[in-house]
C-alpha cells in the first residue's frame, strides 16, 4: 500500500550514477546564458563549459546554472553536470558529461580552486 514511500533501489541506477556518488563533488554556479546551447555543446565539445562565467558570490541571482564537477583524488576521471534553476526552483537537467583532467583543473580555476596536476604525474612513479 505504502511502496511510493519506499525508497528507490539502487540496482535501478545506471553505473555512471554510482560511480560518481563516491567522487568529490564540487559545486560551481554560472551565470544563465543559454542552458540548452550548453548541453547541446557538450555533447560535442567537453571544453564548452569553460565559456561560462562564475556569478559573483555576493550577487543575487534569479536564474544560474549549477555545474556539479565530479572528480576521482587524483583527477584521473572527472565527470560534470549541469542543473538549470529559475527563482530557486531546479528548472532543467543535463546528462553527466566526462571531461579531461586539464579540463576540469581549468574550471576550477576560474573560480579560485588551483590545482596542480603535476603533483598527481609525480605521485604515479
Do not use: W
Request: include cysteine.
Amino acid at each position: 500500500m505504502f511502496s511510493f514511500l519506499k525508497k528507490k533501489s539502487t540496482e535501478a541506477e545506471p553505473p555512471l550514477k554510482k560511480r560518481i556518488r563516491y567522487m568529490k563533488c564540487r559545486k560551481i554556479n554560472y551565470v544563465d546564458e543559454d542552458f540548452e546551447g550548453l548541453c547541446s555543446s557538450m555533447k560535442t565539445d567537453p571544453k564548452a563549459f569553460l565559456k561560462l562565467k562564475p556569478v559573483n558570490y555576493y550577487a543575487i541571482k534569479n536564474q544560474y546554472i549549477m555545474g556539479m564537477l565530479y572528480s576521482e583524488e587524483d583527477f584521473s576521471e572527472n565527470f560534470i553536470q549541469f542543473l538549470h534553476f529559475e527563482s530557486e526552483r531546479q528548472t532543467g537537467k543535463s546528462d553527466i558529461y566526462p571531461v579531461d583532467a586539464e579540463t576540469a583543473v581549468k574550471g576550477l580555476a576560474k573560480v579560485g580552486i588551483i590545482i596542480d596536476l603535476k603533483k598527481f604525474e609525480n605521485s604515479d612513479e
